[in-house]
């Protein structure tokens, strides 16, 4: 199994113990109370660089930033966004980053202004060319790091001729999946439909994968992806207000392109409609797992948008802005962005039936339990992307028009603020930690920059 983010949950004693935190915490704010003691690493300071505010005693180093020329000629494309942390060779950390730029977006993509550098790219190995007018510029990079020195060794093109790759997730046998956000039909000069996800392998050498749209995962707007190591099985979030909880059943375990089944998600209890919880809706409690069942799709490369009108219509519910989807061994989380009576984000936990994706999980199906909502922006606002600690604390980026946070959660249920943008409306992506336990990275989205995060981690208090 490769070593990326969900390696430092199977790998830890306690795992998603900042789940089990933030319950703790949430029962706490809904019965009148409130934690006790200092959580996390203490108040945040200003630094010289003036980008982000941490605790003391920690440092960041920022490289990677949109527009440098990379080892093979390209430019850093803008709108950093989902990234996945693997080993490399000699101890190094490869990165591989998403960018959700569109085709319009001419001057941020890797190409240049006047797209003199496309003419750099090998004879299919762009996946949309735009007619040579407006090709695609959505993709992905590859970064190689040494967390040794906390340098940058070099940083490449690895997907490109894509749209709004948003996030995505790593899988257990060592890929990345980068997820096109796209749900409109192509663009004027689009050679090719949009809306899938793209598999890329990690390397230390610079070099553009095939590109390979995954049809039969679904063509919809894709936010992030998890992988059950146990069945094979993928679940996909899809970024609308009412988008779907879709759940992928490979054909052959690990070979996504060789097709297989798309379904989405329902209950078991027909009378459960809805997630959300908005105002106005029925409640989804907290902490009740539930039953539930899968809904085949039907043609689901449909340029029509309409997976997800056909699926509540076959009885699946829908969910507040699918964002991040974690797996872990006691289940997969996902982030809902505006979940919630305020609209402020939900955090869910699907735990797989013993039987995922066969005949016989109709007599013990998997079950969805709604496991945090807070309802309140001092501990949390619109959580987007999330990865875990190696010591099991839970770390969320926010995505929010004012401040934007990590936000991290102790397995004892305490929520402290690890880091903050000093530059409001800049959205903080892609939380990871490099293979050692290190460093965490993350992206700062716009102007476009990857962080690498250091500091004395264990003396974290409880």
């Not at 998403?98 to 006047?114: C, L, R, W, Y």
């Amino acid at each position: 199994m490769p070593t990326s983010r969900r390696n430092f949950i199977r790998n830890t004693s306690i795992t998603a113990a900042g789940f089990v935190g933030l319950r703790a915490l949430v029962s706490q704010k809904l019965m009148g109370a409130s934690s006790t003691g200092r959580a996390g690493y203490g108040p945040l300071v200003d630094d010289a660089q003036g980008l982000l505010r941490v605790p003391r005693g920690f440092s960041y180093t920022v490289f990677s930033r949109t527009g440098e020329e990379m080892a093979d000629g390209f430019l850093v494309p803008a709108a950093h966004d989902g990234m996945a942390a693997f080993a490399g060779p000699e101890g190094l950390t490869l990165l591989v980053r998403n960018h959700e730029n569109e085709s319009k977006q001419t001057g941020h993509g890797p190409f240049g202004a006047d797209n003199a550098r496309l003419a750099l790219v090998p004879e299919g190995k762009i996946y949309d060319r735009g007619h040579g007018i407006e090709p695609n510029i959505g993709g992905t990079t590859t970064l190689v790091f040494n967390t040794r020195t906390q340098q940058l060794e070099r940083h490449f093109l690895s997907l490109v001729g894509t749209v709004r790759n948003c996030a995505g997730g790593p899988t257990p046998w060592g890929t990345w999946i980068t997820c096109e956000e796209m749900n409109k039909l192509p663009e004027p000069h689009a050679e090719k439909p949009h809306g899938f996800n793209f598999e890329v392998r990690p390397s230390s050498a610079p070099g553009l994968v095939d590109p390979v749209p995954l049809k039969a995962m679904g063509r919809f707007r894709h936010e992030a992806v998890a992988v059950d190591v146990k069945s094979g099985a993928v679940y996909q979030t899809e970024d609308l207000g009412d988008g779907l909880l879709y759940r992928f059943l490979p054909r052959e375990k690990g070979q996504l392109a060789a097709g297989g089944r798309l379904q989405a998600l329902g209950f078991v209890d027909p009378r459960i409609k809805d997630t959300r919880n908005w105002p106005g809706t029925a409640v989804l409690p907290v902490g009740q797992s539930l039953p539930v069942r899968w809904i085949d799709l039907e043609d689901p490369e449909s340029p029509n948008d309409d997976l997800r009108v056909r699926g509540m219509v076959a009885g699946a519910v829908p969910f507040g802005r699918g964002e991040g989807a974690w797996a872990t061994d006691d289940g997969i989380y996902f982030a809902m962005t505006t979940g919630g009576q305020k609209l402020q984000g939900q955090i869910f936990r699907y735990i797989p039936s013993p039987d995922e994706g066969t005949g016989r999980e109709l007599n013990a199906p998997g079950r969805l339990e709604l496991y945090a909502e807070p309802n309140d922006s001092e501990l949390l606002l619109n959580c987007d992307t999330l990865t875990v600690a190696p010591w099991g604390d839970l770390v969320i980026c926010e995505d929010h028009g004012s401040c934007c946070r990590l936000i991290g959660v102790t397995p004892e249920g305490r929520f402290y603020v690890l880091a903050e943008n000093n530059e409001p409306k800049n959205e903080l992506a892609g939380a990871c930690f490099s293979p050692d336990g290190s460093t965490l990275f993350f992206n700062v989205q716009r102007p476009g920059y990857t962080v690498a995060l250091t500091g004395p981690w264990d003396r974290r208090a409880p």
